[in-house]
T-cell receptor
């Protein structure tokens, strides 16, 4: 049971570089999410996608873009990485309407921007 | 904006009950309350959720205040494997900052 798969697990970038974090789920879920986790800040929502073809901003969207490529995949792109984007990034998915169904999380991507 | 607050840390003796509180100051009428827990170097995992009534499952119980402004996650007998950071959220947009639970043998 793969569940939610994130790649890469670790990444180091230099300021100004770009990269894409990949996320895929095999549970046929409609909704997918990207969160970041910083010490003392808990989980903060960056973007979410309630269904294939739709995306919406969360609490901290600045500096990020997302693509819901198909029902399985939801990618997060950093166009010009900044040290403030050093964080652990989690992708999640849920089966039903936003907020009602439980979230399934991936194992995270630890990103360092130097 | 929905705001969710939790104590930073709590301790419990092994095999004792643990009550983890959460305040949902701006919860709306249709927001479900969810709890998740996170072990070191892992993603959060679902524990329990509910809307208005108290809920039980094999992992824990969830008590929801009548006005829904607060909830309590209840672990009936804490074990060492329950040591984790516990997060509550009222709409999956805004998570609390988490309560780090230490279980003392």
């Amino acid at each position: 049971n793969a569940g939610v798969t994130q790649t890469p697990k670790f990444q180091v970038l230099k300021t100004g570089q770009s990269m894409t974090l990949q996320c895929a789920q095999d549970m046929n879920h409609n909704s997918m999410y990207w969160y970041r986790q910083d010490p003392g800040m808990g989980l903060r929502l960056i973007y979410y996608s309630a269904s294939e073809g739709t995306t919406d901003k969360g609490e901290v969207p600045n500096g990020y873009n997302v693509s819901r490529l198909n029902k399985r995949e939801f990618s997060l792109r950093l166009e010009s990485a900044a040290p403030s984007q050093t964080s652990v990034y989690f992708c999640a998915s849920s089966g039903g309407h936003h907020g009602n169904e439980k979230l399934f999380f991936g194992s995270g991507t630890q990103l360092s921007v130097l | 904006d929905a705001k969710t607050t939790q104590p930073n840390s709590m301790e419990s003796n092994e095999e004792e009950p643990v009550h983890l509180p959460c305040n949902h100051s701006t919860i709306s009428g249709t927001d479900y309350i969810h709890w998740y827990r996170q072990l070191p170097s892992q993603g959060p995992e679902y524990v329990i959720h509910g809307l208005t009534s108290n809920v039980n499952n094999r992992m824990a119980s969830l008590a929801i205040a009548e006005d829904r402004k607060s909830s309590t996650l209840i672990l009936h007998r804490a074990t060492l494997r329950d040591a984790a950071v516990y997060y509550c959220t009222s709409n999956q947009f805004y998570f609390g900052t988490g309560t780090s639970l230490t279980v003392i043998p």
